[in-house]
């Protein structure tokens, strides 16, 4: 099982390399919305979690597939260790 330093780093890069905007002016922290920075686009919320699902071998249940679960790092972080239990 990976740790959550790892977890929160496969989620950033995945991130910084499938962004619809670059803006130097945004840094992406681990608890910067993704969403309400423009960095990425509402289609993407389907890319992520699918990545998620594959990268860490789980399956994010209907109930869990909520936009809050996707806005930052940290609550992608979160979602991954819930789901995993």
Known sequence: MKDS???SKEIREFIENNMTVFDDDI???DDTNIFENGLVNSLF???LLCFIEDK???SIPDEY???ENF???NK???LVNKVRG
Do not use: A, G, T
């Open 5 to 7: 330093d790892v977890i």
């Open 45 to 47: 919320s389907m890319r």
């Open 71 to 73: 806005v930052s790092i």
């Open 56 to 58: 860490f071998s789980i």
């Open 76 to 78: 992608m972080l979160e």
């Open 65 to 67: 597939i909520e936009r």
């Open 27 to 29: 840094e992406l922290l």
